[in-house]
């Protein structure tokens, strides 16, 4: 199932839970994760208390993503990758896709499409405003 879901639910998704991971990539052969404060205003995820490593990465890759993670077991994880952009000592991340995410019911592919028995929902992230 999938719905479309405007910067302003973003923000309101986001409410919904409690501390974020930052992944960011830097010349290591690994990611590096980090927890975060966020905030979105007007479509933008505002993320505070980022470590000298993840500012140091997004200085060479941009590119990011962040995931909070359910509250409880079988509830959904929110997925956003994004272009992050250092703003003094926090990151401002444009959303590029967005996806609630939870382990699927099933493993064995659907017949029909072959895909796995996932109810995980996409969601589209509405274009930057220009402005």
């Not at 796995?116 to 969601?123: A, I, M, T």
């Amino acid at each position: 199932m999938s719905f479309e879901v405007t910067r302003d639910a973003l923000a309101a998704t986001v409410e919904g839970f409690a501390v974020a991971y930052l992944l960011t990539l830097g010349d290591r052969p690994r990611p590096h994760v980090g927890a975060v404060g966020t905030t979105v205003v007007d479509g933008v995820v505002q993320v505070r208390d980022v470590g000298r490593s993840a500012l140091r990465d997004v200085a060479g890759h941009d590119a990011v993503t962040l995931l909070w993670a359910p509250r409880q077991a079988g509830d959904y994880s929110l997925i956003v990758d994004g272009t992050a952009t250092v703003v003094g000592d926090r990151l401002d991340v444009q959303p590029g896709r967005a996806v609630l995410h939870r382990p699927a019911s099933s493993t064995q592919p659907d017949p029909a499409d072959g895909a796995c028995g996932s109810d995980c929902v996409e969601l589209p992230v509405d274009p930057p405003r220009s402005g």
